[in-house]
């Protein structure tokens, strides 16, 4: 049994380590973009940051455990994942890791011991790391506490037995979390001396026998100091699990005491292993789907090439999982994966395997295949197989998945390389829009750290104040009088040089830091418009544009009613541009957000429109007020006729409909000379101005009001 206990231990080490550095990136991330702001006199509002830190919270699989806080220099709560203004007078100053990472600008990463939480009541670990200013001053922390009741889950999972017994102690041997279940025991010192002595002799592993201090029960125990942690995990087995019932039946017979002890003996042969076998496979499977952990593929890809068994390894990621668990919750979410697992399964060929990487994402080891047109092959055949609906629960659900393919030996000679490149290749497939595979190709490291660069530097640009806006006047068509601005995004680095809007706005999509760029967005158009028009100038619209990200937060009708408050724009000043994607998912929220949004009195438009697939029957429905025709129709419009009719019939359906079309894009007098011709109300482009800064604005103004 102690071999089972030490498989078990070296399981829970590799998933807690990983829990912990998962935690520890979203720390690192959180206390390089909030420590500027602890100082800054403009830093986010409450609202905002917290629903950031939320966001930074949710990136991980551990959230539904997790609270994460910034906390000021003397211990209070600035901002949370979680709406703490019920406990305004909560704080942390006096706990040990806060007066740590006070005290000591080299702590690092601080995990505190077992605490009860003053915020939830409930046993927690924290972690935390220093937020200093640009000086070096300590200026607060960043932490996230983790429930115990969270670990004590984990541990029963395991279903070791009956009388088995898991549990987590710090190194001064303070009980963390424990199963069975023992609450008024966590957070107490134990003199745990096999422990301690071994510990202190250089063992981090061991094994004894020994009746509990916690519940009184007699177990062979095996502990092991996790790596590059502070803790020890105890695993206790119990005979009584498999021999009680034999000693019940002994009595029960009177059978001889010979007799017995050879029976006895060949149970506890069975009962080794039976549990030898089971934990054994809790080792190397997946427990929700039953597929084999990846560490099975260590034994399949040989450590020296063999150029007569080429193989392939696919990365495979789910496109948008997380809608279905939003919408729908994490059960069927779950239960999703566990028959797209059995899919999986029966598209490959026996010597293939599949193997459930964590979360949404799937490894598969093709072996024996010649050719990457082979491989492409089986890999269009896997999309083909995640994209045929799901019915669960009367719910159709359609998914697609994405697929970086690293080829043996040509794109690495051993596991971790192929993993690598199978994931860089992924992140391709990703990014060239998805249901798609891609093959690693070397010069794609390139283009994945530039990328890596640039989210990173987008995460710090906001809190630095890296980020600035232009504006691009509008104009009535047939007067050329002024009637607004279109507030676009720019990113100054701090040597100068400006990132193009097409480069970093993607990735702040897709990494959600769209969220509170766009919330920053919204406030700096809607404050600069409000300076003009306090100056004396005209009041003119100015357009904002919401990105699909944005459109889909719960909260948005309630961020823009804020920001107008907050700003004193009078809403009809201001104008909301949506692209025409966006509007065609999920119409009928999509219909109830643009009520409530022109109940505000904001205006609202379609952009880009003629890009995407809307229904006329749909627009119809849609409270809008203006179009927006896409500049890759204006473009060519004296030249081309089918732009030209485009172009034409868009206008057409905007008078129709009662509402205003503007065209972008507008460079030459030709341009404008048709469009003018064909009807069209307001235009903007380069043959008036690009978009400028606030300052250089003003000029567009009539010059009587200036």
Known sequence: MNRDAGNVSRLLERHLSASVEKIDVVLRDTAADYASAMVSADGPDRAAANRDLLRRMESIPEAQALSLRVIDAEGAVRWSAADNSALPNVHVGDRTYFQRQKNDPGAGLVISEPLLSRFLGKWVMTLSRRLPSSDGRFVGVVQAAIRADHIQSLFESLNLGLHA??????????????????????????PLSHIIEGLAAGHETGIYSVVSRVDGVQRDYTYRKLKNLPFVVLIGLAPEDFLAAWWRKAVFYAVSLLAMTVELAALAWLARKFSQDRISYLVTHDSLTDLPNPQLLERQVPERPEGHNPMALLAIDLDHFKNINDTLGHDVGDRLLRLLADRLRAALRDSDTVTRRGGDEFLVLLKGVHGSEVVAQRAGHLLDTVSRPFLIDGHELVTSASIGIALYPADGDDLGTLLRNADTALHQAKAGGRNAFQFFASEMNARVADRMETENGLRKALPRHELTLHYQPQFETATHRLIGFEALLRWRQPDGSMIPPGRF?????????????????????????????????????????????????????????????????????????????????????????????????????????????????????????KIKIDQSFVRDVERSSDDAAIVQAVIAIANRMGMRAIAEGVETGTHLDTLQAFGCDEVQGFLFSPAVEAGQAERFFPQKDR
């Open 505 to 625: 706005i993607p990735i702040a999509e897709e990494t959600g830091l769209i969220v509170p760029i766009g919330e920053w967005v919204l406030r700096e158009a809607c404050r600069q418009n409000k300076v003009w028009q306090d100056k004396g100038l005209p009041p003119v619209v100015m357009a904002v544009n919401l990105s699909a990200v944005q459109f889909r937060q719960s909260d948005l009708v309630s961020m823009v009613r804020a920001i107008l408050r907050d700003t004193g724009l009078d809403s009809r000043w201001l104008e909301l541009e949506v692209t025409e994607s966006v509007l065609m998912h999920d119409i009928d929220r999509v219909i109830a957000i643009l009520h409530d949004l022109k109940e505000l009195g904001v205006q609202l438009s379609i952009d880009d429109f003629g890009t995407g697939y809307s229904s006329l029957n749909y627009l119809k429905r849609f409270p809008i007020d």
């Open 165 to 190: 017994s898991v549990a987590l102690y710090d190194t001064e041997m303070r009980l963390v979390a424990r199963h069975p279940v023992s609450p008024e025991q966590l957070g107490k010192t134990y």
